[in-house]
């Protein structure tokens, strides 16, 4: 079953530091893995930073010796020594300047492939996780994870990764650079990383909890909207408006109340960074100032030890902004970790069975079901459905029905037994093969970006034209395809804007048609029909229905007639099995169902 510690843990900001260490331990081998492949681009990488890094660095000291050695030269007619320092340093700028610039250029590149490789890895889990994934986990945070969170990752690898890489390398070269020319300036610059070190850690521990808040805040942002505007008809419909805008701003709120934390955590620490920074430079030039006086300290390199103490706190700042896109980042990737550590509750079969011409015989076999963490939905039952019978289940909302019809179609695995296909277990069923012998028609009929032929060729894609239009008129739908603005090259739009949900109905029909399975289940598949409709489509459900096996949940019991066998289902328990008239003629549960039919007709 899944694996949900990931799912509900990261969404909360009060997590304890075993869950933490947990989250961080499966981010880092989602990192590790996307960054094995890259191993020699990086190493490339880091090479050309090194190298840019330690031409910008070479700057203060050919400074120093500039004046020190060049000046003094100069005053004796011998240019050399200040025209190679001069040179020495326009040459190493431009050095700088245009490796920088290659590594921009490669790191980039690194960004991109990391970014492409988690989007595929999303994109292609969320696909083959199962159903009770997607019934659990809510379409705004799939959303998240593929906009907020990915973006977060983006901006942390396009910009921080490398304000990180190259400020570290440019403090470590500095204080390098400090300590060779003038050792005793270099104690005063390791006594100030005293009171850096503590402002950095308070700076950290302050500030993770506030970027996770952040993270979440503006994940139920997002949620909220998408929910929003997903369900914008049920919200219209009953006037959810005042409240749905009451708390989307209390949403709205407590996201600029976290990021107004974080503003007021940067306003101390970044000031306390400045003045850590200038009054080391003060000490420094105050300290080399008496040493130059007595004739200690050249004064060319007092300049070069004052230009590295000021370059040395330089980076510090942008390395706190990496720290902030960091944590952002590192949220985001915990979350991401979470939806690709989950493992599907229906798995593929390690040994799948082929099933190369099913007839469409159904046996459950001591069947039980139950979901994961919940109760029992269908208790320990027997059944068996010969193949090219169709059966109707009919009961209350709740009952069972769409659970069994799922059990079926292999969305769920049953909790005990076993569900076979001629005689099979579906667990060892081949996944081709079961998706192409048993197919299920819903009543929500989604229909795809693209055109009206694109949508009935998802039955079987390699379905030529005239075999669409075959399917298209068994099932009745021909006529309506003509009539539409460029008939069977119509672009439906997004949800199907062009055509009305009968004809949606229809369409789902003619893809299940040339789809051809052994199995079809039709789980409410006409209630968004009305009676004159849903009389119109008997013809094509008669069609539609001949030589297979055939499954068909239904309220309506117009629907119920063309069945060859009546489930009666009520809490799980089948309490009702046989034909539609020998059901309507006794006096159970069916009849007074058909009964109570019959007189809203009248």
Request: charged share 20%; no cysteine.
């Amino acid at each position: 079953m899944t694996t949900t510690t990931g799912v509900t843990g990261e969404e909360r900001d009060d997590l304890s530091q075993a869950e933490s260490k947990a989250l961080r331990g499966r981010s880092v081998r989602l990192l590790v893995s996307l960054l094995r492949p890259l191993r020699k681009q990086i190493a490339l990488t880091l090479l050309v930073v090194i190298a840019s890094t330690a031409a910008q660095v070479a700057g203060p000291t050919l400074v120093a010796i500039g004046i020190d050695q060049g000046i003094p030269a100069v005053a004796r007619g011998d240019w050399t020594p200040i025209a190679l320092a001069g040179g020495a340093f326009v040459v190493l700028s431009v050095a700088g300047a245009l490796l920088i610039g290659r590594y921009r250029v490669m790191q980039a590149r690194i960004s991109q492939a990391i970014l492409f490789e988690l989007r595929r890895r999303v994109f292609r889990q969320t696909q083959a996780l199962s159903i009770e994934f997607h019934e659990s986990y809510t379409s705004g945070r799939i959303i998240s994870r593929q906009t907020s969170d990915l973006d977060s990752i983006r901006e942390l690898l396009d910009e921080g990764i490398s304000n990180l890489v190259a400020g570290g390398f440019y403090t470590l070269f500095t204080a390098i650079a400090l300590v060779s020319i003038d050792p005793q300036s270099g104690l005063i610059l390791a006594v100030a990383l005293i009171p850096l070190w503590f402002l950095t850690r308070w700076f950290q521990k302050r500030s993770q909890k506030l970027f996770r808040l952040t993270r979440v805040t503006s994940a139920r942002l997002i949620v909220q909207f998408v929910e929003t505007m997903t369900g914008i008809r049920a919200v219209q419909a009953f006037r959810k408006e005042p409240q749905n805008a009451t708390r989307f701003a209390g949403a709205v709120e407590a996201n600029r109340d976290a990021n107004a934390r974080v503003f007021r955590l940067f306003g101390t620490f970044d000031p306390g960074l400045v003045l850590i920074g200038n009054v080391t430079v003060a000490a420094v030039l105050l300290f080399g100032g008496f040493r130059v006086a007595d004739g200690v300290l050249e004064i060319g390199t007092l300049l070069a030890v004052v230009l590295y103490v000021r370059r040395f706190f330089d980076p510090l700042e942008e390395l706190a902004m990496f720290y902030n896109g960091y944590q952002s980042a590192s949220a985001a990737l915990e979350k991401i970790s979470g939806v690709l550590d989950e493992q599907p509750s229906v798995a593929d079969p390690t040994r799948p069975i082929d099933l190369r011409e099913p007839r469409g015989h159904l046996n459950f076999d001591d069947v039980e079901f139950a979901y994961a963490s919940g109760p029992q939905i269908l208790p320990r039952f027997d059944l068996d459905i010969p193949a090219g019978q169709t059966i109707a289940l009919v009961g209350s909302t709740g009952a069972g029905k769409s659970t069994l019809a799922k059990l079926i179609s292999r969305f769920y695995d049953p909790s005990h037994g076993e569900v076979t296909l001629d005689g099979i277990d579906l667990r060892t069923l081949a996944p081709d093969d079961l998706r192409s012998a048993i197919v299920m028609v819903t009543q929500e009929a989604y229909l795809f970006s693209g055109t009206v032929a694109d949508n009935i060729a998802i039955g079987r894609p390699e379905a030529t034209r005239a075999e669409i239009v075959r399917a298209a008129k068994a099932v009745g739908a021909h006529e309506f395809i003509e009539s539409l603005p460029h008939g069977y090259d119509t672009d439906v739009n997004k949800r199907g804007g062009r055509v009305s949900s009968g004809q949606r109905q229809l369409l789902s029909f003619a893809r299940a048609f040339i789809a051809d399975p052994a199995v079809l289940i039709l789980d409410e598949a006409t209630a968004s029909l009305d009676i004159p409709s849903e009389r119109a489509v008997q013809a094509a459900l008669q069609t539609l229905l001949a030589d297979r096996t055939a499954v068909i949940i239904a309220h309506r019991l117009s629907t119920v007639a063309i069945a060859d066998r009546v489930l009666v289902m009520e809490k799980g328990h089948i309490v009702e099995d046989g034909t539609p008239d020998a059901l309507i003629a006794g006096t159970g549960r069916f009849a007074t169902l058909h009964t109570a039919w019959r007189d809203s007709l009248a």
